[in-house]
Structure formats: structure tokens, C-alpha cells
């Protein structure tokens, strides 16, 4: 099983300011990596898939790099809607399919 | 644009069987384009994918939970559902259907299914 590291766990930020979440696999996911937002009770939405495509509707504001192992989230300026949970999750290792254990953004 | 619903119960007993079915709408299960996954979430925690099931029935599944879960298609009724066996509290979980296509790009909104007697 691949396993995804998420780091950091909580990040506290202010509106309007860049945050850079990061998602380290246990191995080698190609650039098969998607990131998820999630609020509280909603399901997760996908914000990024393959490493760095923006799903449909998605704010310029959210861009995804990395490939292989180190992947980041950057989120270049904070609206007060970003601050939620965030997970990656790997598509490489079909069906076999990890999330990460999330990085809570919380408003500083 | 493509549209999950869960339903089913939302208490089950311990050692009984859990079953959801997610029905489609705005899309078909019967589209060779994607495939049909079901994912969980227990309460204050991550998530964790279950399996997955293309149009033709062929299944895919965590091996954590292969020994009790089952997964079908119902391509006239535009839904597939999830049985999971032999439930325990460690089960008790938010359960979502969603649509993989490189990452799950659709969601239902999700159902809480509590294990308690």
C-alpha cells in the first residue's frame, strides 16, 4: 500500500495570504495525485488530478505541482471559503487507491 | 453535470449487513469512460476507499475489506450499491458513491451509517 504523508497537519493562516501544503508517497506515484477540499459536512470536491490540472470550476488561485514523490498544493491567496480540510490522494496504484490524513487550513 | 445520491439505512446492528445504493443521475453507469467507487469516512477522521465497479460488473476492491464487501451494478435503474458483512462499530462511517475519473470528481453528498445494537 502507498502511503501519503501530509505535512503540516494544521496550517494557520491569514486572508489573502499564500499557503503551501505538501503530500510526500511512500513511493513513486508519477504525477498520478489528486487534492480534495473538504468543508465541514460536505463531501470532498477535487480541486487538482494528475499533479497539477485543475478539475472543472476551479479557482486560478489553487495550483498543483510535483511528481514522483513530493507534490504541493499552493493556494496563491486565501479566501475566507479556503479554510477547510485538504487530503491528496494517489491514482497510480490501481485499484488500491490512499488518501492522505488531511491538512486542516484554519483561519489565524 | 453528473449527480450521486446515497440512500439506505442509517442504523445497522452489529454482525448484520450494511447496504447502500447510489443512484445516477445527469450520467450513466453504463458509461465505459468511468468507473463507480465508493468511499467512507468515519467521524473526525480520513477517508478511505472501499472499491469500485465498471459498467460490465467487474469489481474492484481494498483488500482490507475484500472478505466482506460487495459491490453491483444495476444498469436498468442507473445505480450501484455496497454490501459490507459481518458489520462492527469499526464500520460506523459517513459512506459516499462518487465517479473516478483520474481522481473522484463527483460526490453524493453522503450517508451516515451508524453500527450500534
Known amino acids: 500500500e502507498i502511503v501519503l504523508t501530509q505535512s503540516p497537519a494544521t496550517l494557520s493562516l491569514s486572508p489573502g495570504e499564500r499557503a503551501t501544503l505538501s503530500c510526500r508517497a511512500s513511493q513513486s506515484v508519477s504525477s498520478y495525485l489528486a487534492w480534495y477540499q473538504q468543508r465541514p459536512g460536505q463531501a470532498p470536491r477535487l480541486l487538482i488530478y494528475?499533479?497539477?490540472d485543475r478539475a472543472t470550476g476551479i479557482p486560478a488561485r489553487f495550483s498543483g505541482s510535483g511528481s514522483g514523490t513530493d507534490f504541493t498544493l499552493t493556494i496563491s491567496s486565501l479566501e475566507p471559503e479556503d479554510f477547510a480540510l485538504y487530503y491528496c490522494q494517489q491514482h497510480s496504484d490501481w485499484p488500491r487507491y490512499t488518501f492522505g490524513q488531511g491538512t486542516r487550513l484554519e483561519i489565524k | 453535470q453528473v449527480q450521486l445520491q446515497e440512500s439506505g439505512p442509517g442504523l445497522v446492528k452489529p454482525s448484520e449487513t450494511l447496504f447502500l445504493t447510489c443512484t445516477v443521475s445527469?450520467?450513466?453507469?453504463?458509461?465505459?469512460?468511468?468507473?463507480w467507487g465508493w468511499i467512507r469516512q468515519p467521524p473526525g477522521k480520513g477517508l478511505e476507499c472501499i472499491g469500485f465497479i465498471y459498467y460490465d460488473g467487474s469489481t474492484h476492491y481494498n483488500p482490507s475489506l475484500k472478505s466482506r464487501v460487495t459491490i453491483s451494478v444495476d444498469t436498468s435503474e442507473n445505480q450501484f450499491s455496497l454490501r459490507l458483512n459481518s458489520v462492527t462499530a469499526a464500520d460506523t462511517a459517513v459512506y459516499y458513491c462518487a465517479r473516478d475519473d483520474r481522481g473522484f470528481d463527483s460526490w453524493g453528498q453522503g450517508a451516515l451509517v451508524t453500527v450500534s445494537s
Open positions: 445527469g450520467g450513466s453507469v453504463s458509461s465505459s469512460s468511468y468507473y
Open positions: 494528475d499533479a497539477s
